[in-house]
């Protein structure tokens, strides 16, 4: 079952998106469209759906993360002394 046949997944997901955008400094839309991006992908791919929301968190999470310490090296944030 994907997102269009099950309309509340979405809906029910709705707090974790807002704890990844928070955790990662991240635009909550964009959060919301990489989790649908990512977990379209895996259910294309897998053999057992059961696992897909855990397994399209953990990814856009790590996505997430990676592009927050782009951005902090980006700005010039890490590995300032007032910033240690």
Do not use: W
Not at 22 to 36: H, S
Request: cysteine-free; glycine content about 4%.
């Amino acid at each position: 079952m994907n997102e269009t046949s099950n309309p509340l997944s979405t809906d029910a997901r709705e707090p974790e998106f807002e704890m990844l955008a928070r955790e990662t400094d991240t635009p909550l839309d964009m959060v919301r469209e990489i989790y649908r991006v990512e977990r379209d992908k895996l259910e294309r791919s897998a053999r057992i759906k059961t696992y897909v929301p855990v397994l399209a968190h953990r990814r856009v999470k790590a996505l997430l993360q990676v592009e927050r310490g782009k951005r902090y090296l980006t700005a010039g944030r890490i590995g300032r002394p007032e910033n240690l």
